[in-house]
């Protein structure tokens, strides 16, 4: 599949693609977390983009916080006091836009580890079925996408056969691939230890 970005992705990046690109060039422990994050939760977005959304939208967060506030709080008559309540809401919603765009990723890992656990068990004996027939290790995993039964499971099975399919990796390789960015870790290590196996020649 081919990733179009959407009108709102160019609209922030229009305003703050130079801030994000310095923002996502030296990372640091922040936003390389985020990027990891991204990449776990299987979001079809850039970081840098995601970055720009997350600034744009709290941005506009601002200021139409402001505009709001003031004009409700004008009503009481007192401008500093209109002034200073519209800019402390401002600050403190604006805030919590940053916070809400910043976790979610981790959130949507979280959901994503949690549906794996619940389909691993089943994948494994099916998985174990399938290769006790001596079918092909790449035609085990087709077989468990195909069923339909794995919802938790399809996206990280889809990317294996991806990598296998589209962009030409052998089985190893995009097992591999695969086990480094997969939110859960009882899947990593399937991962890993089916490739050990088949490079050591192994049942």
């Known amino acids: 599949s081919i990733y179009e970005s959407s009108f709102y992705g160019k609209l922030c990046n229009s305003f703050f693609e130079n801030i994000t690109m ?5 990372p640091g422990k922040i936003f390389g977390n985020l990027k990891y994050a991204l ?3 299987d979001i079809k977005i850039l970081s840098k983009t995601y970055v720009s959304m997350m600034l744009f939208t709290s941005m506009l967060v601002f200021f139409l916080t402001l505009a709001n506030t003031f004009v409700l709080s004008m009503n009481k008559g007192n401008l500093v006091n209109s002034v200073m309540i519209s800019i402390l809401l401002s600050v403190i919603l604006s ?4 916070l809400v765009f910043y976790a979610y990723p981790f959130l949507l890992i ?3 580890a949690r549906a794996i ?4 068990p089943f994948v494994i004996i099916h998985m174990s079925a399938v290769a006790g027939s001596g ?3 790449v035609a085990m995993f087709h077989l ?3 069923t339909g039964e794995y919802k938790g499971m399809e996206r990280e099975v889809n990317k294996i056969l991806n990598y296998v399919n589209l962009f030409g990796y052998d089985l190893s390789s995009a097992l591999r691939a695969v086990s480094l960015t997969t939110p859960s870790k009882p899947f990593k290590d399937l991962l890993n230890g089916i490739t050990s196996t088949i490079e050591s020649g192994g049942n």
């Open 22 to 26: 310095s923002l996502t060039k030296n």
């Open 39 to 41: 990449v776990q939760a």
């Open 95 to 98: 805030f919590l836009t940053l």
């Open 110 to 112: 979280n959901s994503r």
């Open 117 to 120: 656990k619940n389909d691993l």
């Open 135 to 137: 079918a092909n290790p």
């Open 144 to 146: 468990i996408l195909t």
